[in-house]
DNA sequence: TAAAATTTGTGCGTATGTATT
DNA sequence: AAATACATACGCACAAATTTT
């Protein structure tokens, strides 16, 4: 599974293809080490920018978190907190901004924000770690 | 409001921090064109590949959308198709892979999904464009 | 129609900084 | 202290898409 330069889809975005099945296949387990971007540059004979790149995507996608000094990791799935919904309500997700991940604990890329409207109350959810449950008539 | 590359926030975050501002205080109203990759570089005494990474980091947020050889936009709201719940069900959200958001027509970064479970129904909709409503007892 | 200019995309190399091991 | 690893920043070159001349 060699990366082609010459193809059509970008260098960096092969390279993040070729990670991402090794993901999704489970041939990379959650909580496992991704080799260095040295490593990875060298295997794949690209420039080390170009590894940086196609992590970037990863962590877009909420597949991988990187660490400074340590390295890349696989996401392990979040124990999921179920919210309750009996009445009327409003669910939409969007991503959040710097300050909201921050508030929320969550990467700056990856992990979108679920918004539950009900009434006058409003709550902000990491969608990471939160599943909305509607439940009618069983106030 | 000049830019601090001795700042603990790095460059092209705070460069991002600018635009942002401007756009959520309406300075740059949905639909507008910003400035190009090169003008931003010069205006802000930065390279371009710092502004690059800078629209990178609004185009995660969803907050610009770029086309290659036009430029960056501020987005526009979309308008929102409510999906009505009436039964039991459940809501989550995610990002994307390649394949979902070519399919869902959205950009590669910047909009996540919603996920609708009921019972075997499963529905995967662009989070941009979709409101779930949770109307019980309204059969 | 054609050519040129503009604008973003990709890829690499290099240097420096910061965090972890 | 030293080695390893990721982050940031810049510059350059060329490619690709669009707009303008």
């Known amino acids: 599974m060699t990366l082609d330069p010459h193809a059509d889809r970008p260098l960096f975005r092969q390279l993040a293809d070729v990670i991402r ?34 992590l970037a995507v990863l962590r877009a996608e909420g597949l991988i978190r990187t660490q400074k000094g340590r390295g890349s990791f696989v996401v392990e799935p979040v124990d999921q907190v179920e919210v309750e919904i009996n009445g009327e309500a409003w669910v939409s997700a969007r991503m959040p901004d710097p300050a909201e991940a921050r508030e929320l604990g969550i990467p700056a890329t990856g992990v979108p924000v679920l918004i539950v409207e009900e009434g006058d109350d409003v709550r902000l959810l990491a969608a990471d770690g939160h599943k909305v449950h509607f439940r009618p008539g069983q106030k």
């Open 21 to 54: 099945n090794d993901i999704k296949s489970g041939r990379l387990a959650p909580g496992v080490k991704l080799r260095s971007l040295h490593q990875l540059a060298a295997e794949h004979e690209v420039g080390v920018a170009t590894v940086e790149e196609a």
